[in-house]
């Protein structure tokens, strides 16, 4: 029988893997190679084995699905057919007139047709901000087959004309894919982004704090009130991504082996990685108050949501330390550089960014499997270390 812990753990293998649940009956959860999980239920009708799918984990949890698993077996038990009923729904969809079917209307079924399904609950979330943000309150009433290049132009003139150039770069990505896939379905007979270059220019970014930086922001963070000021100092230990730490659950900490597992769903990947904790790393986990369920959110202030409001606390962060000219992502390009610094090996490195270009990109990527587990973790006790004497703590676990 599945449970939490199974079903976090449950890593990924070259082949799609099908696990039964055992309690639910016809409930299995699916494991991509890619490390995506999903949850699908099988029941047979007129002799024939037929499948629904639920929904992503860990958007849809186990008790989730169990619940929906049940109500689609009272309903095969009261004569309906689940499959063929969700085919009906697409086919009523698909003959849908195109002056009917705007832009709101194909965004909401690209979201859960393709981004949540294929792509994770974390990019379908983003690309729904992005969409919710900048695309629909211009263009989401219109039919999408009458946007033209023009309406594309006018939404990026007005991201551009806030200063914002990446976001505008994102927005054009995020409407062309939904074009593309619409034009796929049939449900427009052209993509009004083709042609349309990026708007704004990226600057790839290089900035690394210095020690004594690093050491002015650490001590700034350890000032602050629960939950930035621990979650700050989690990622200057971890060198994981923002949201990462800040969406952090219980269930994927476990204190007694030192060791934190992102979920593949979570991650920019989409690959499950291990995080080695360090002493000064746990000392942090232990000093974090319970709020909310035991299953909950590591840093939250409502017990049922991760915390926001990054952008007022880096500002108070920034004030506190007096350093200036960073964001919270080069912490992790400084995590980078103090480990090369201090000569951790860059394969070594790279896993513990979770990375799978650089040394593991190409033919290195399919047949290099080893996990570098004991190396992560001596490389996260050497920069807690590293990370002590630069704050000028005698002890590793500051």
Not at 114 to 128: L, Q, V
Not at 366 to 383: C, G, I, M, S
């Amino acid at each position: 029988m599945l449970t939490d812990v199974s079903v976090r753990k449950a890593a990924p293998t070259a082949r799609r893997q099908e696990i039964a649940d055992g309690q639910a009956r016809g409930l299995y959860l699916i494991v991509q190679p890619t490390g995506g999980k999903s949850w699908a239920v099988r029941y047979s009708r007129d002799g024939r084995v037929k499948k629904v799918t639920l929904g992503p984990y860990p958007a849809l949890s186990l008790v989730e699905a169990r619940r929906r698993a049940l109500g689609i077996a009272a309903s095969v038990a009261n004569g309906a057919d689940p499959a063929e009923e969700k085919k009906a729904e697409r086919k009523a969809a698909a003959g849908v007139p195109d002056a009917a079917r705007t832009v709101k209307t194909i965004a909401d079924e690209f979201l859960k047709r393709h981004s949540d399904e294929k792509n994770g609950p974390r990019w379908a979330a983003e690309t729904k901000r992005i969409l919710d943000r900048n695309v629909l309150p211009a263009i989401g009433d219109k039919p999408a087959a009458s946007v033209g290049k023009a309406e594309i132009h006018d939404i990026l003139d007005t991201i551009m004309d806030r200063g914002t150039p990446i976001a505008a770069n994102r927005t054009l990505a995020v409407v062309k894919k939904l074009y593309r896939w619409a034009l796929s379905r049939g449900y427009v007979d052209r993509d009004p982004c083709a042609g349309i270059a990026k708007p704004g220019d990226e600057t790839k970014r290089d900035r690394v704090l210095s020690d004594d930086e690093l050491a002015c922001v650490w001590r700034a963070a350890e000032g602050m009130a629960y939950p930035f000021g621990h979650a700050v100092q989690l990622l200057i230990l971890t060198g994981a991504r923002r949201d990462e730490v800040g969406s952090m659950r219980w269930t994927e900490v476990d204190l007694a082996t030192r060791v934190w597992t992102l979920p593949g769903a979570r991650a920019k990947n989409n690959v499950e990685h291990v995080v080695p904790l360090s002493a000064a790393a746990l000392s942090i986990l232990e000093r974090v108050p319970r709020i909310g369920k035991r299953d909950g959110f590591v840093f939250t202030t409502t017990g049922e949501t991760a915390i926001s409001g990054w952008s007022k606390a880096k500002a108070t962060l920034d004030t506190a330390s007096s350093v200036a000219g960073w964001r919270l992502h080069d912490l992790r390009r400084t995590f980078a550089t103090g480990l090369a610094s201090i000569g951790i090996a860059l394969p070594v490195v790279e896993k513990i960014l979770n990375h799978t270009s650089g040394s593991f990109g190409g033919v290195a990527g399919v047949y290099q499997r080893h996990a570098f587990e004991d190396e992560k973790r001596d490389a996260l006790d050497k920069w807690a270390a590293r990370v002590a004497v630069i704050v000028g703590s005698n002890d590793n676990g500051l």
